[in-house]
């Protein structure tokens, strides 16, 4: 690691902050001790940190600094969810979610400005893409949250992490495992492995690259039980049908040397996906996938051209699916009056694809034949 330029500390796991410390001539204690001040303490300044040497400071002052992106608004439902509206390089805005719920935390982070697979159901496909985020603008989403929570006198603070915010993590590869390695570090935020969750729209390499690099939990959108429903809700599956996205799920599942499961996340939406004879599909398709099904009532946004299914029709879908055997829950929509809802995440994007700009002329028209 050469050091030509400041370094946020924030941006490093562990393996790299030692790294870092051996370019200081220091033990690798170091990283301990900084990791701890970080992340335990929620202290960003060196001067406050009071087993490090004065020399040590000062020199930390000169060559790194631990800086998280800036909050530019908070919005808090009527249900307790809070959304943080935050600053990211090119003047881009991303959103992470915070979820209450008994007993649990559940905080929602992206992992790109955008997203460059344009899922038909989705709001955060609508706004275009203008690349990945750093690892320090995702660790740091995490790192405000919590010292956010810590101000409001919560506690237990976050308690799960879902990588379902805006963006496709495993096209972010390097820099998601980076944040989820400090994420389940006992010295960074010390999550369990079953409660840091990647979800995926079906990146199969990406999934592969998993295997030997991690063992958090994964999540997958499905939302289709046949390829042909599939590639008109979500692109990605031309590329990688759902067969071969099953066997990357089983692969990876066999490396993890317990008793693992999948999520299956599916978003229902009326006349696409929620027949019943799609509920006997879907459960012949998952028969032999360790795994938990979520179903998730579309949530609503400008110009989807999409509505959820009435009550009746996801009541027999999921209680098809659990006569079937699998352990199937009903995701309850959180954070809706601050479109904070699956799906419904927007943020600011310097769209570089004009996607955003061909949504927004439909939304117009649309509005304007109203």
């Known amino acids: 690691m050469k050091l030509a330029e400041k370094t946020n500390l924030l941006s490093m796991d562990r393996p790299g902050l030692i790294d870092f410390f051996a370019c200081l001539d220091e033990k690798p204690y170091r990283a301990a001790q900084i990791m701890k001040w970080i992340y335990h303490r929620g202290i960003s300044d060196f001067e406050q940190m009071t087993d490090l040497s004065m020399d040590l400071r000062a020199r930390l002052q000169a060559l790194a600094f631990i800086q998280a992106p800036e909050v530019v608004s908070e919005h808090v439902s009527v249900d307790g969810t809070r959304k943080w509206i935050i600053r ?3 003047d881009n805005c991303v959103e992470t979610v915070l979820i209450p719920e008994r007993g649990r935390n559940t905080l929602c982070i992206s992992s790109q400005v955008g997203c460059i697979l344009n ?23 995490v790192w405000l949250a919590t010292q956010r929570m810590r101000s409001l006198g919560l506690a237990k603070g976050v308690t799960n992490v879902v990588f379902m915010g805006m963006g496709e993590p495993l096209l972010n ?11 389940m570090d006992d010295l960074g935020f010390g999550l369990s492995k079953r409660k840091v969750t990647v979800s995926t729209a079906g990146v199969v390499p990406g999934i592969m690259r998993m295997m030997g690099t991690t063992d958090c939990s994964l ?32 692969a990876y599942l066999s490396t993890l040397g317990e008793r693992r499961h999948v999520t299956i996340e599916y978003t229902m939406i009326k006349g696409i996906n929620d027949h019943i004879d799609q509920a006997r599909a879907l459960a012949r398709l998952l028969r032999d996938l360790s795994c938990k099904i979520n179903l998730i009532p579309f949530n609503s946004f400008r110009a989807s051209g999409y509505e959820a299914p009435d009550v009746q029709t996801i009541d027999a879908f999921q209680t098809y699916l659990i006569h079937a055997g699998y352990a199937t829950m ?9 479109a904070a809802a699956c799906g419904q995440l927007a943020g600011q994007v310097r769209d570089r694809t004009r996607r955003q700009e061909k949504y927004l002329a439909r939304v117009r028209a649309m509005e304007l034949a109203v």
């Open 88 to 90: 990211v390089a090119g």
């Open 119 to 141: 899922c038909s159901f989705c709001a955060t496909g609508k706004q275009g893409f203008d690349g990945n985020l750093a690892s320090a603008e995702i660790i740091g989403q």
């Open 330 to 338: 009903l995701r309850t929509t959180r954070g809706d009056d601050i």
């Open 219 to 250: 999540a997958i959108s499905l939302h289709a039980p046949t390829d042909d429903v599939r590639n008109q809700l979500v692109p990605l599956n031309k590329k990688y049908p759902i067969s071969e996205l099953l066997e990357a799920c089983s």
């Open 173 to 183: 590869f390097d820099a998601v495992m980076c944040a989820s390695s400090v994420l």
